[in-house]
T-cell receptor, first 117, second 116 residues
């Protein structure tokens, strides 16, 4: 059962780059790494997903080393609106139960990012 | 991206009554939907997984007779909290995924349930 470990909280200032690292030592061969963002009283929002090396989209970058035992979400030039909880999840998207505990897509405690002016 | 809606967004009910929460996939067919519960300052906890046309699979510790889930169509799943009690007050979030090949899981905006 893939399990993730993230820092509980991080502080940053506007305009800085923020890197949040997630450990997933027992990630399985078919597992992908997905990051979600959640604002208070809202459902999680998909940020980025990757399998290996580097993935970049208009919002963030995801760095995954060769052993895949960890991953780093990079948010360039954060703003106050990036204050949220960020969750790292691992799971096999081809699993019919992907999203549920049977598919090993379990929400950990997440990282609460606070961006200050 | 795909959109998942929930209704109502907020509901207040009296202890002992039942409340139904709807989860809809607006622009895609959801073969699988998930229901989560989130207490203040805590992470999402999966309650159950539902596949269209079949019975939901509940996580350990979740009472299936109290939290009734119906996934009657590919775009609608409902969660009914029966005989609600104040300890059921929480933020309920649904999510949906489309085909097996879909690599994304889309979350609804959540429903805040308060039982008085």
């Amino acid at each position: 059962l893939a399990k993730t470990t993230q820092p509980i909280s991080m502080d940053s200032y506007e305009g800085q780059e923020v890197n949040i690292t997630c450990s997933h030592n027992n990630i399985a061969t078919n597992d992908y790494i997905t990051w979600y963002q959640q604002f208070p009283s809202q459902g999680p929002r998909f940020i980025i997903q990757g399998y290996k090396t580097k993935v970049t989209n208009e919002v963030a970058s995801l760095f995954i080393p060769a052993d895949r035992k960890s991953s780093t979400l990079s948010l360039p030039r954060v703003s106050l609106s990036d204050t949220a909880v960020y969750y790292c999840l691992v799971g096999d998207p081809a699993d019919m139960n992907y999203g549920g505990s049977q598919g090993n897509l379990i929400f950990g405690k997440g990282t609460k990012l606070s961006v200050k002016p | 991206g795909a959109v998942v809606s929930q209704h109502p967004s907020r509901v207040i009910c009296k202890s002992g009554t039942s409340v139904k929460i709807e989860c809809r996939s607006l622009d895609f067919q959801a073969t699988t939907m998930f229901w989560y519960r989130q207490f203040p300052k805590q992470s999402l906890m999966l309650m159950a997984t539902s596949n269209e046309g079949s019975k939901a699979t509940y996580e350990q510790g979740v009472e299936k007779d109290k939290f009734l889930i119906n996934h009657a169509s590919l775009t609608l799943s409902t969660l009914t909290v029966t005989s609600a009690h104040p300890e059921d007050s929480s933020f309920y979030i649904c999510s949906a995924r489309g085909s097996r090949a879909s690599y994304e899981q889309y979350f609804g905006p959540g429903t805040r349930l308060t039982v008085t």
